[in-house]
């Protein structure tokens, strides 16, 4: 364990300040604060500063060195050695590391221990804000609270009996309120990091981070933001294994803000339309082109059909989502009732049922049909047939689907 590490410059100007307290700094560089207090147990990169309560505080110095221990074991590098040169690190690399730590959308991460309500220095507080390193595919190295992993186990928070575990081997808040898309965050983290935290910030259970890291804007593209951001981040927590407490489902508060983001952009993308004197969602015009969008029948929530209809309606494309029970029997009746332009099955599932397809090509054996698939073992259960296409990818889907609707 690294123990010791060189004086602090007196002369700088990141060392002219009290400090930030654990939870504070947590929230600057997207981690949990029980992983801070491993590196300090482990490698001695704890707060060296105290107020005149005694307090141990973080100075700039002691943050700097974080963000270099941040940097080097996304990198790749064990974090024994990316410690050891965080500690080692001189005023020169610390200056870098502090001006070119690219910005961060603030995750709320709650720190439990007893001197979390201290205030921290307003300057000091500024001067970090948003400047940190997102979180980037480094579970392994500083996973969310409560996350077990074969590596460095953090502390457990205090009050919180849960264990998450590495599959195959900030808190909650009252979510904003806004009838329209909100506007982007600006200077947005890069693609990998922010997945990394809208994955800390679910496993956090924090609603107003997931809302925060998911705002789709008026001139955003559901596609890709579905492709980069939420379907990523929807197939990490879906390999994790969770021992939550009542009420406490990861997956829910990221599926729940996903869905209030696509609800609030095609509310607004459809009052814009209305208002420039396009026709409403219901007209006629519209619907005689409408897509019908199914999901796997045991998918508990379908959020690449949500993804894929909001997609389309990005190209002034009707499509409506079925939910609820479905069996073949009435897949066939709501195709009857609204005679489709398309039907698409959009699942994130490897291997997802396929009797609904099955049934609808039967009956209708002209519609055409499209099939979300990405392992081919499951392409093999597809009817044979020229008007069902299967397609690898959700970008795909989406084009398939608009060049028969354009065709039409």
């Not at 029948?297 to 059909?305: F, H, R």
């Not at 389309?312 to 409506?320: D, N, P, Y």
Request: net charge negative; with cysteine; hydrophobic share 40%.
């Amino acid at each position: 364990m690294t123990s010791s590490r060189p004086a602090q410059n007196s002369g700088g100007s990141r060392t002219s300040s009290p400090g930030l307290a654990v939870a504070a700094v947590a929230r600057r560089l997207g981690v949990a604060p029980a992983t801070l207090r491993t590196w300090d147990r482990r490698y001695g990169l704890g707060p060296s500063g105290r107020t005149a309560g005694s307090h141990r505080r973080y100075t700039p110095d002691d943050v700097a060195r974080l963000l270099v221990m941040r940097r080097l074991t996304l990198e790749g590098v064990a974090p024994v050695d990316a410690a050891r040169a965080a500690v080692e690190a001189g005023d020169a690399e610390l200056e870098v590391a502090t001006r070119t730590a690219p910005a961060l959308p603030a995750v709320q991460v709650e720190d439990e221990s007893d001197d979390s309500e201290e205030a921290e220095e307003p300057e000091f507080a500024e001067k970090f804000l948003g400047t940190v390193e997102a979180p980037d595919g480094a579970e392994d190295e500083a996973p969310a609270p409560g996350t077990a992993s074969d590596g460095d186990q953090p502390e457990e928070p205090r009050g919180r009996a849960r264990l998450r575990a590495l599959p195959g081997g900030a808190t909650g808040g009252d979510a904003p309120t806004g009838s329209g898309p909100r506007t982007a965050v600006p200077g947005p983290a890069p693609t990998s990091g922010r997945v990394s935290a809208l994955v800390d910030a679910a496993l956090a259970y924090s609603r107003t981070a997931c809302d925060n890291l998911l705002v789709l804007g008026p001139e955003g593209d559901p596609a890709t933001w579905w492709t980069d951001l939420v379907e990523p981040a929807w197939l990490r927590l879906s390999e994790r294994t969770v021992l939550a407490g009542p009420g406490e489902m990861p997956e829910v508060v990221l599926a729940t803000s996903a869905l209030r983001a696509l609800r609030n952009y095609t509310e607004e993308f459809e009052r814009v339309m209305v208002e420039a004197g396009g026709p409403p969602a219901n007209h006629p015009s519209r619907m005689r082109k409408i897509v019908l969008v199914f999901a796997a029948p045991d998918e508990v929530v379908p959020l690449s059909a949500h993804a894929l209809a909001a997609a389309l309606a990005a190209q002034g494309s009707m499509a409506r989502i079925v939910t609820g029970p479905a069996s073949t029997h009435r897949s066939v009746e709501l195709v009857t009732m609204v005679r489709p332009t398309a039907v698409v099955l959009a699942t994130t599932q490897n291997k997802p049922d396929l009797d609904v397809v099955h049934a609808v090509n039967e009956s209708y054996p002209e519609l055409p049909i499209f099939v979300g698939l990405r392992a081919d073992a499951a392409a093999t259960d597809l009817p044979f047939g020229p008007t069902v296409q299967r397609v690898r990818s959700f970008t795909g889907l989406l084009h398939e689907v608009l060049a028969v609707i354009k065709a039409r």
